[in-house]
């Protein structure tokens, strides 16, 4: 048991364990869906040595081996895992024999790099804008792009909807209805709502970087373990021990 005599919290032991990140994990446990020595787990309480964890009804250990993959999301697969509604969701199409769960979601309507994992420590970092890790993406649009365009886009758009400004950053033009896009935010479908704030439509969005991680010539729906220098320099962007 890490941390110390005292134990860890109940949501950084599911975590440790690669059910989800912390945040998820307190919904769980507010769900009541998490037990330890049988009792219904509580929000705060902290796990020691000997403790048992279930979470719906099956124990919890922390994990040995940590698993980082880059998955080439095809566009109509949903990064869900509980609505019943989603059409195609990530668990039926990633077949892996370890329970792996998406670290920084990719819209159901944009394809390309999605980072799925077992440890819940990185997906809680990855998930946490305020690290400023980059992500980049190919955008096509509906009308010309110009000199005028990218730098509003590099400026940062206020987002009416959100009442936020985006953060700069980094637009190179790559052909009248072609730019990419390097982001160290992570708001809700943010890259669609700067383009629509300058009335532009985008007709298709693809991540192809995440930090060091690139999506290179993974082809749709094929996936692939990360390389050890990968790793190391993924957990050492985001503060977080590999």
């Known amino acids: ?48 040595s000997g403790d048992v964890v279930e979470y719906n009804g099956r124990t919890i250990r922390p994990i040995k081996d940590k698993i980082v993959l880059a998955y080439n999301k095809p566009v109509g697969v949903t990064c869900t895992e509980r609505d019943e509604h989603a059409g195609l969701s990530l668990k039926d199409v990633i077949d892996y024999p370890v329970r792996l769960t998406y670290a920084g979601r990719l819209d ?27 992500k980049e993406y190919v955008v096509k649009v509906d009308k010309r792009i110009d000199e005028g365009i990218k730098n509003r886009l590099e400026k940062g758009i206020y987002l009416k ?31 669609r709502r700067m383009c629509e704030a300058l009335g532009l439509k985008v007709e298709k969005l693809t991540r192809i970087r995440v930090g060091c991680v690139e999506l290179g010539n993974l082809t749709s729906g094929e996936y692939r373990e990360i390389t050890s220098k990968e790793m190391n320099e993924l957990y050492k962007m985001v503060g977080v021990q590999s």
């Open 1 to 48: 048991m890490s941390d110390s005599d005292n134990g860890i919290r109940l949501n950084k032991y599911i975590a440790e364990c690669g059910v989800c990140s912390r945040r998820e994990a307190d919904r769980l446990i507010d769900e009541g869906k998490v037990r330890i020595n049988g009792a219904v787990g509580i929000t705060g309480q902290r796990v020691r």
């Open 108 to 134: 159901r309507d944009s394809n390309g790099l999605l980072l799925l994992t077992n440890d819940g420590e990185l997906i809680e970092a990855l998930m946490r804008g305020s690290n400023g890790h980059e």
């Open 161 to 191: 909807d959100l009442n936020v400004t985006t953060r700069p950053c980094r637009v190179e033009i790559l052909s009248d209805h072609k730019f990419s896009i390097t982001i160290t935010q992570g708001l809700n479908r943010q890259i």
